[in-house]
């Protein structure tokens, strides 16, 4: 199991990678909601499979609901209620 800072490095890594996708353009804001929400959300995350898959699932909602919300109330809305 991956201790708190291995969650942290590692979100925050896949999240600078090069930009491949439209979604993928999104990657700086979901970066800030996690420093701003102290990445407390990671803490229910048991490994990096799980990490990334909450990433692509929230840009994948980010993409969907673009035209329906603001940005960050998608993500803010993600990270509380999943």
């Known amino acids: ?3 708190f800072k291995e969650k942290i490095e ?3 890594s896949y999240l600078n990678q090069e930009e491949l996708s439209y979604a993928d353009s999104f990657n700086a804001h979901i970066d800030i909601c996690g420093i701003n929400n102290d990445y407390d959300f990671l803490k229910k995350i048991d490994s990096k499979e799980e990490i990334i898959f909450w990433i692509e699932k ?3 909602r980010i993409v969907m609901k673009e035209d329906e919300a603001v940005l960050e109330d998608i993500i803010d809305d993600y990270v509380l209620c999943g």
């Open 10 to 12: 590692i979100f925050t």
């Open 58 to 60: 929230l840009k994948s």
């Open 1 to 3: 199991m991956l201790n």
